[in-house]
């Protein structure tokens, strides 16, 4: 079915190093959301992407739109042991409905050692 | 307080057994999700309210489950019958225009 993919499921790093994580629809979207889930924690709204081929950046935070708006970017610059955690990738209508609804990936989890 | 609220935060129950969660978004907030969430997986969708009005319900949802949300303020989720199978972390949020904040959630175990 329709779903969202993401890329890696895991991945561990060391203090400093950069970390990307990517997302992938099978539909085109309107727009596509980042999330943040620490361990224990509850999903925390990050961004939205609208635009075809929008870059934002937030601090050390890096999120980018395809150009067919059917995939995105997160990449994190340096990592700290704050960025620890699950991030989510999240488009709407991907799976049928109201465009509302979020289909969310499976995330990536990242650790990060000091 | 002005995030969104769930309650009870955990909730053990013997299967077959009723249990009802209750969630309060942010006031402002017109939209009304909720998500259910096991170990390694993305949120998934369960239902969605607009005011009052539920617009949609996910179609892995069984009769055993049911959602209100009288008179477009807080919402309750009740699951009849629980199964070992609906041990899982249940997520409210709400939205405005785009975004959503999440509750702490409700993590049930069913034994």
């Known amino acids: 079915g329709q779903q969202v993919m993401q890329i890696p499921q895991y991945q561990h790093v060391q203090e400093g190093e950069d970390f990307t994580t990517y997302c992938n629809s099978s539909?085109?979207?309107?727009?596509i959301q980042w999330y943040k889930q620490r361990p224990g924690g509850h999903p925390v709204f990050l961004i939205q992407?609208?635009?075809?081929?929008e870059v934002k950046k937030q601090k050390r935070l890096t999120f980018q739109f395809g150009e067919a708006k059917k995939n995105s970017s997160l990449h994190i610059t340096a990592t700290q042991t704050t960025d620890v955690g699950t991030y989510f990738c999240?488009?709407?209508?991907?799976?049928?409905?109201?465009?509302?609804?979020?289909?969310f990936g499976k995330g990536t989890l990242l650790t990060v050692n000091p | 307080d002005t995030g969104v609220s769930q309650d009870p935060r955990h909730k053990i129950t013997k299967r077959g057994q009723n249990v009802t969660f209750r969630c309060d978004p942010i006031?402002?907030?017109?939209?009304l999700y909720w998500y259910r969430q096991t170990l390694g997986q993305g949120p998934e969708f369960l239902t969605y309210f607009q005011n009052e009005a539920q617009l949609e319900k996910s179609r892995l949802l069984s009769d055993r489950f049911s959602a209100e949300r009288p008179k477009g303020s807080f919402s309750t989720l009740e699951i009849q019958r629980t199964e070992q199978g609906d041990s899982a972390m249940y997520l409210c949020?709400?939205?405005?225009?785009?975004?959503?904040?999440f509750g702490s959630g409700t993590r049930l175990t069913v034994v």
């Open positions: 539909t085109t979207l309107s727009n």
């Open positions: 006031s402002e907030h017109n939209r």
């Open positions: 999240a488009g709407p209508g991907v799976s049928g409905g109201s465009n509302y609804k979020l289909t």
């Open positions: 949020a709400s939205s405005s225009h785009y975004g959503y904040t």
């Open positions: 992407l609208v635009k075809s081929g």
